[in-house]
């Protein structure tokens, strides 16, 4: 979705172009989209590595094996999500994209209140899912 969703707003950049501007140095957004991009990169292949380790899936919608409330889990149920979100604003910091933040809203929406109440249910189903729910929030 995140994907899906960024290219929708590159498609938009390109038929109508609107840039992202700054009154700071013209490397100052690059460079903090860059910053911005990696640590949000980091946290998703980190959390997908946890469940690599663990020998559960990444996939939405297909069974877990293993609740994992280890690593960035301990901070928010969907560190994954997290990582994408600011991976996707780094990159549209970083190529001064005005479009893409606009569609993200969409992205995330779709997101939070259709893919993860999915995986949540079927969450449900781990012993102490729901002491973990009720202690870690679902974003940050």
Avoid: D
Wanted: charged share 10%; net charge positive; glycine share 12%.
């Amino acid at each position: 979705m995140f994907l899906l969703g960024f290219l929708v707003g590159v498609g938009l950049q390109l038929a109508v172009p609107v840039g992202l501007t700054s009154s700071s140095p013209s490397t100052v957004l690059p460079i903090g989209g860059g910053v911005v991009f990696l640590v949000g990169a980091a946290l998703s292949v980190w959390s997908w590595w946890i469940f690599l380790r663990v020998g559960t899936t990444a996939v939405p919608g297909e069974v877990s094996r293993v609740l994992v409330t280890h690593g960035p889990y301990r901070l928010t149920r969907n560190p994954m999500y997290v990582g994408l979100t600011l991976a996707y604003l780094g990159e549209a910091g970083l190529l001064l994209l005005a479009w893409p933040l606009l569609v993200l809203p969409f992205v995330l929406a779709y997101v939070n209140w259709f893919v993860i109440p999915v995986e949540e249910g079927s969450l449900s189903e781990f012993e102490g899912y729901r002491e973990y729910r009720s202690r870690v929030r679902r974003w940050i």
